[in-house]
């Protein structure tokens, strides 16, 4: 039986396909249209599910959309008639977009697909979340926490599943939402929403959590782990382009620039940066404010998912967790809930947000309301296209830079290594690409992380990245517990998606400067060399060649730009960068000084 998941028309549009309840390929659609974060109608990513089980939409028997868009167009018109006339906008653009798409979402996917209405079928938004994560994972039985910005009416969902039953036990209603209060500070820090969410994580260690009690002004705990904002503070419910308002800016003062530069005293100034301004140290200051609110709202969220984990602890007696929604991505979160809660093993698979819902719409299909028996497990994010050596050497020999084959594997990863104790920074091109937001060995930049000016270099060469966005380390997982606080650490699901942020040991903090954040933290990756033999190869071996069998890994895309699909992208990327070295498939390219 094959069943075909889609998100689309909210943040990232996704496909997945599975077959007899096994996965076979899944893909943002911002891969191949090559727009970030791309939620058109996923036509591409179809596509690209159909070739690789090499079938056509004949052969599907069913295709399931990951929520139900009349529930959601009833919220949209009830919130805005609630408020109205503040929301007479917010109403009208809703009406417009609403109409003429998004309700029409089955009329779309039959005419797109060329599918009889009796085989569309239609998941709920946080069930999708639910079964994506709890039918991804290896538990017989869990509980299962949702949390992101909004999806039908619910924000938050606490449930179990046992088998192929899900039951959502309580939910958080918009527009209460932990998701998108997070939302709303991270406009208030000059970022851009559904986008910036990771660099409000990664600035929080600059700043020290002094405006806790100013941000509990605008969200209440319940002692059973549920919440409620104070809405006289935020516009997103009758607002398309604003979510706070005149109040927050009073208690918050002015928001930050989007065009400053960030820096602190402790991050100091990045040469990558226009010169050094003569005010530095009033802007430094300036910064650091943001930095504290950072660190407020962050810590702040940190208590409302440890609160209601806690809570679901205590209600199901499971101490297995399964993850998904936006905010399952907060990977500082994460670690916290393994350290801090009772909960033994976490489970997230790494499209956590809206994009892993089509994902998991196919799987509730095919388990809950179809009864058929589980066997997948998710144990790596290797679900993207693959380009075979024959295109790669073909794209090579037309692209007109001498390159290098190394038929033999060992031959391959002894140059590679060979490049990043060089100190050069390596595209590595190899396999399926990545399903969800982050590179792990597949569409990877690396680099070698025990020179301290790593970092430095590069933000230099390729990516731009604001200071306080630290690089990952990719890890082999026997080897992990030598260097991260995680003990135990290839039995972490999370870990193989770079979903923790723990802290590095005592003393390794000095042997890997380039991925050790500014509080002592890193977000790793472990590597397993079943799933994924050959980039474990690389990192094995530049082991073996200096003692340590870690590498820097950032993922491959300049600033702005969805990671590489093609070899094509990935070649493009690195002629317009600083990269030194790309590897694609075994052929190896320097650039030419
Ligand atoms: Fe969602």
Not at 100 to 129: M, P, T, Y
Not at 169 to 179: I, Y
Not at 211 to 237: E, P, Q, R, T
Not at 280 to 305: F, M, R, W
Request: with cysteine; net charge neutral.
């Amino acid at each position: 039986m094959r069943i075909l998941g889609i998100s689309c028309f909210y943040h990232d549009a996704a496909a997945a396909l599975i077959e007899d309840g096994q996965l076979i390929a899944a893909s943002e659609e911002e891969r191949f249209s090559r727009k970030k974060h791309d939620s058109d109608f996923p036509r591409l990513a179809i596509r690209y599910c159909l070739e690789t089980a090499g079938i056509t939409v004949s052969d599907l028997d069913y295709v399931v959309f990951y929520e139900k868009p009349f529930v959601k167009f009833e919220r949209i018109l009830t919130t805005a008639l609630q408020v109205v006339p503040k929301s007479w906008k917010v109403f009208g653009d809703a009406m417009t977009t609403w109409l003429l798409d998004k309700l029409w979402v089955k009329n779309l996917i039959r005419q797109e697909l060329g599918i009889s209405a009796d085989r569309i079928l239609f998941s709920e938004h946080h069930l999708s979340h639910a079964a994506s994560t709890f039918l991804c994972s290896p538990f017989e039985e869990a509980a299962i926490l949702t949390v992101d910005g909004v999806g039908e009416w619910a924000t938050a969902t606490m449930g179990r599943g046992k088998g192929t039953e899900i039951k959502l036990l309580r939910e958080v209603r918009f527009p209460h939402s932990v998701g998108l209060l997070y939302s709303a500070f991270t406009a208030f820090l000059g970022f851009e929403v559904n986008e910036g969410e990771y660099k409000v994580m990664g600035m929080a260690p600059y700043g020290t959590p002094r405006y806790v009690d100013k941000v509990y002004k605008l969200i209440h705990l319940d002692a059973d782990g549920s919440f409620w904002l104070n809405m006289d503070y935020f516009c997103f419910h009758h607002s398309s382009t604003q979510t706070y308002n005149r109040k927050f800016t009073d208690l918050f003062g002015e928001p930050r620039n989007p065009a400053w530069h960030f820096f602190t005293d402790s991050s100091g100034y990045p040469s990558y940066f226009e010169p050094k301004p003569s005010n530095y140290s009033e802007l430094a200051a300036k910064n650091q404010y943001y930095a504290d609110v950072a660190a407020s709202i962050q810590q702040v969220t940190e208590e409302i998912v440890l609160g209601m984990v806690r809570n679901l602890h205590r209600e199901t007696g499971l101490d297995r967790l399964c993850l998904a929604g936006g905010v399952a991505l907060n990977s500082v979160a994460n670690g916290r809930i393994i350290r801090e809660t009772p909960i033994q093993e976490v489970f997230v698979q790494p499209a956590a947000g809206d994009g892993g819902g089509a994902l998991g719409a196919a799987l509730y299909v095919y388990h809950c309301a179809l009864g058929k028996p589980r066997q997948f497990v998710m144990r790596h994010a290797y679900w993207g296209k693959e380009y075979a050596q024959g295109e790669i050497d073909s794209f090579a020999r037309g692209c007109g830079t001498p390159y290098q084959t190394y038929p033999r594997t060992d031959d391959l990863l002894d140059a590679v290594v060979e490049e990043l104790r060089a100190g050069h920074v390596v595209g590595w091109f190899q396999g399926r690409f990545e399903w969800g937001p982050r590179a792990l060995g597949s569409r990877s930049i690396i680099a070698d992380p025990r020179r301290t000016d790593m970092k430095e270099i590069v933000n230099v060469k390729i990516k731009f990245r604001e200071p306080f966005r630290p690089f990952a380390p990719s890890v082999l997982a026997e080897s992990a517990g030598r260097y991260f606080d995680l003990p135990d650490a290839p039995k972490h699901y999370p870990a193989r998606f770079m979903l923790y942020v723990v802290n590095v040991k005592e003393g390794q903090a000095e042997v890997l400067p380039a991925i050790t954040h500014v509080d002592g933290t890193a977000r790793l990756q472990t590597v397993h060399k079943a799933e994924s033999p050959l980039y474990y190869g690389l990192i094995e071996r530049f082991g073996q060649a200096t003692g340590v069998p870690v590498v820097l890994n950032t993922s491959f895309n300049l600033k702005g730009e969805p990671i590489v699909n093609t070899p094509a992208n990935a070649f493009s990327t690195f002629q317009r960068s600083g990269m030194d070295t790309l590897v694609l498939g075994n052929c190896l390219i320097r650039k030419e000084s």
